[in-house]
């Protein structure tokens, strides 16, 4: 149980374009999804909690206008990368909390998106 | 504020041999602990976690890590290691349940035959 699928795992743009990627929870109904950018040989750097129904909360640092966050429904978040250049070339991995597993903290990564930008 | 460091981005050990990857982490309150594994190209696994009670916490595919207040650590051993243990693994605190999670650098383990 508890599974987060992303979508596309991989893809490829030119500059200026922008690009959607979907985190889906297929077995449970997150509240709160996270999305997050990873470096090559770095950690995860938390960009935003998304909140069905409501605003995203951006982490400082994190372009609102350029990475739009929209959580429509209980079980999809989409992260639009907007405007997209080479250096937001990087792998996006989002997650979620089951709340019907309490308060263990535990988070569900989906599969990752890999955006190369041409 | 909360922080995680985890000391050696590289981690190289025969296959058989103990592996052991160290987490300390900082919290001003009791924290939950977690470490999760990441494939090449895919999101992260959870091994383990540590919430509260016993300290000593076992996970998936014969990970342990024991949690130890006065060393601020949570260091991940697992007495075996097997070339399908190749991976890079995160270690990550959050100050509860329902708090932001914050992640290490990671580890890249290799096994070599």
């Known amino acids: 149980g508890a599974v987060v699928s992303q979508h596309p795992s991989w893809v490829i743009c030119k500059s200026g374009t922008s690009v959607k990627i979907e985190c889906r929870s297929l077995?449970?109904?997150?509240?709160?999804m996270f999305w997050y950018r990873q470096f090559p040989k770095q950690s995860l750097m938390l960009m935003a909690t998304?909140?069905?129904?409501?605003?995203?909360?951006?982490e400082q640092g994190v372009e609102k206008d350029k990475f739009l966050i929209n959580h429509a429904s209980l079980t999809l978040s989409t992260l639009t990368v907007t405007s997209a250049h080479p250096e937001d070339s990087s792998f996006y991995i989002c997650?979620?909390?089951?709340?019907?597993?309490?308060?263990?903290?535990?988070?569900?990564f989906g599969e990752g998106s890999r955006l190369t930008v041409l | 504020a909360q922080s995680v460091t985890q000391l050696g981005s590289h981690v190289s050990v025969s296959e058989g041999a103990l592996v052991l990857l160290r987490c300390n982490y900082s919290?001003?309150?009791?924290?939950?602990l977690f470490w999760y594994v990441q494939y090449p190209n895919q999101g992260l696994q959870l091994l383990l976690k540590y919430t509260t009670g016993a300290t000593l916490v076992k996970g998936i595919n014969g990970f342990e890590a024991e949690f130890k207040k006065s060393e601020t650590s949570f260091h991940l051993t697992k007495p075996s290691a097997h070339m399908s243990d190749a991976a890079e693994y995160f270690c990550?605190?959050?100050?509860?349940?329902?708090?932001?999670?914050?992640f290490g650098i990671g580890t890249k383990l290799q096994v070599i035959p």
């Open positions: 997650s979620a909390r089951d709340p019907d597993r309490g308060q263990t903290g535990e988070l569900f």
């Open positions: 990550a605190v959050s100050d509860g349940g329902y708090q932001k999670v914050t």
């Open positions: 919290s001003s309150v009791p924290p939950y």
């Open positions: 998304s909140n069905e129904g409501s605003k995203a909360t951006y």
């Open positions: 077995d449970f109904q997150a509240t709160t």
